[in-house]
């Protein structure tokens, strides 16, 4: 028994499609039409919402109007492959995660891939359980992100509210388990949490007054008030660190920007986590690949 006889087997379409509300959405993308749909109805099963397209112009079409978080794309399809999906989506989008379908003559574009910042890449025939674990990734990375911006935004708000005491926004900022610090128009940092503490290795008291180049080395501020009339927030910014202890660490920046009470731009607020072990293992995979092909 094949895999989509053995999840149409006493399924009832309502069962499979029930109770989406919430659920975070998932656009398969592969032409050819058994494996789109046994990854569809497995997916569905799992109570994932799934849209289907059968080329990458027809799946362009479906994330424009139905805004997917995860893509699950075949590279090699007609009409558009899913490597010019990829590079499409990441001309205005860093954040949709794609999962890239390959088979293993197809490994220079999965490099490629890879380069153009897909989430992952997993060789055809795809097992279904692997591919789940593949999406749960996925999905947790999303959530991690919507936290991340959502906290932000959340203290950027605070900070905007004169009714707050400079000392309750404090105590916020620390307890939060997010890494977390604040700056005025110069980048030097006024504010600086535990969880930040822990990701660089700076102590509070080692980073106030400095300036966020100064922290980070490889990377300055995000929020610049240079051209104050283009000054904007900027979501999942990935950057090089260089740690306390002079190690090299990757992460993922969420920078709101701070006003006063007269709306007058008086700096930024970030928050940021540790991407070092995904980059990390998407660069090895790129390694073992290419020692693969040798």
Known sequence: MGWLELFEEDQQDTFLKDDFFGKISILVVDDEEHIRQTIEKYLSFKKYQVFMASNGLEALE??????????????????????????????????????????????DI??????????EFLIKPVDLDVLLHSVQNAESRLRLKDDVKKYTTELEELF???HHSREYLETVLQSSPNATMTYNTQGEITS?????????????????????????????????????????????????ILNKQQEMRYINRNANVLYDSENSVIGGIESFYDTTEKTKSDRLLEKGICRYKL
């Open 62 to 107: 479906i994330y424009k109007s139905q805004s997917p978080r995860i893509i699950i794309t075949d590279i090699l399809m007609p009409i558009m492959d899913g490597l010019d999906l990829l590079s499409a989506i990441r001309e205005t989008d860093d954040e949709t995660e794609v999962i890239v379908l390959t088979g293993n003559g197809d490994m």
């Open 110 to 119: 999965a490099i490629k891939a890879l380069k153009e910042n897909a989430s």
């Open 160 to 162: 905007k509210d004169v």
């Open 192 to 240: 600086w949490n535990g969880a930040a503490e822990k990701i660089t290795g700076y102590l509070k008291s080692e980073t106030i007054g400095k300036t966020v180049k100064e922290i980070f080395v490889f990377d300055s501020h995000l929020i610049s008030t240079d051209q104050k009339n283009s000054c904007k927030s900027k979501q999942n910014i990935v950057g090089q």
